[in-house]
């Protein structure tokens, strides 16, 4: 909220408190000045950075977020890059950047969110796009499905398609790594193996990117600014080098967002080092978990942990193989970091 308190107190309409609409409130003022629909692509610091929806002006503008702003989701992340918002303009500063303030949010059809690094509480990585692409290394540095079961819960809390990509795969145990992610193929998730250093798989990319707003995460050293400048044909984020302790360096700051032609839009997010649930309570955690679908229903006892309960129908499905027992120790994991 620091953004905010430049302009003073805020706070939140009582009579609108339980529902996706908030109107953020110095004083309630209304202006004739002219305003405009935008799409927030980046951000640095407090300020963030929009472009208009429509017409043919290339301008990023850098704008703080207003006084009085109506935000139209129930979010405290109250903005983040892919948001469609109304901003009005100022002035230009010494650098020739015209000045603006977003003075409403539209509700996010989509999002990825996750436990902040700081603090408990949410941190909105993006919002309203069709897909994600959930980037791992086949090797160097080595993947963790732990994590990739986090991120797969979070896409599906958010409403956003996971398709999976193994970055690397020239360099690695080709039957071994088909063989771990075979389980994430029958549970209907596309799975992606390709290399993006030496082009091969990046037309599949391509065609599952087309036309569509496609979302780019994964932890640091897996290749997504390789893969992002091989789409584009050239270099729009910088390549660092992989780090000693293969955990990579961070190449990206701050989320982007990028359009490869008029139609298809990469938002290349930040690399993490790690990735915790935030929203998903431990009732709810079941309902994203593909596997569980076929079988959580039928549990004596409603609702159901799936851990300790008697005659449930879920480690029923374990014990006889029809659940990974892979994928139950990712769900033990998560239930126990809610």
Avoid: W
Wanted: overall charge positive; aromatic content about 10%.
């Amino acid at each position: 909220m620091e953004e905010l308190e430049k302009f003073g107190e805020d706070f939140v309409s009582p009579e609108i408190k339980k529902t996706k609409k908030r109107v953020l409130l110095k004083k309630q003022k209304t202006t004739s000045v002219e305003s405009f629909k935008g799409i927030v692509v980046t951000t640095k610091g407090r300020f963030f950075f929009v472009k208009k929806q429509s017409g043919n002006d290339d301008n990023l503008y850098r704008c703080v977020t207003s006084g009085s702003m109506e935000v139209n989701h129930p979010h405290s992340s109250l903005v983040t890059v892919g948001d469609r918002c109304e901003f009005v303009l100022s002035k230009k500063d010494a650098n020739g950047f015209e000045l603006g303030r977003i003075i409403k949010v539209e509700e996010r059809k989509t999002f990825l969110m996750r436990k902040s690094i700081i603090g408990n509480k949410e941190d909105v990585i993006a919002s309203n796009m069709d897909q994600a692409i959930i980037m791992l290394a086949a090797d160097n540095p080595p993947y963790n499905l732990r994590m990739l079961d986090r991120i797969l819960v979070a896409c599906e809390f958010g409403g956003v398609e996971s398709i999976i990509c193994v970055n690397k795969i020239d360099i690695a145990d080709k039957e071994k790594v088909y063989a771990d992610f075979e389980i994430y193929q029958k549970l209907g998730y596309e799975i992606l193996f390709i290399s993006a250093l030496n082009s091969i798989g990046i037309d599949k990319v391509y065609n599952i990117l087309k036309g569509k707003e496609t979302l780019f995460l994964g932890v640091s050293g897996v290749g997504k600014s390789t893969l992002v400048n091989s789409l584009f044909g050239k270099e729009v984020q910088k390549v660092g080098r992989l780090a000693k302790n293969l955990r990579g360096k961070h190449t990206t700051t701050s989320c982007y967002y990028l359009n490869l032609d008029e139609n298809t839009v990469i938002i290349d997010s930040p690399g993490f080092r790690e990735f915790e649930i935030f929203g998903v309570s431990r009732e709810e955690l079941p309902f994203y978990f593909r596997d569980f679908e076929p079988y959580f229903q039928k549990c004596k006892f409603q609702p159901c942990s799936h851990i300790h309960e008697p005659k449930c129908a879920v480690k029923n499905a374990l014990k006889r193989g029809k659940i990974s027992s892979e994928r139950y120790f990712s769900y033990l994991s998560i239930y126990e970091s809610i």
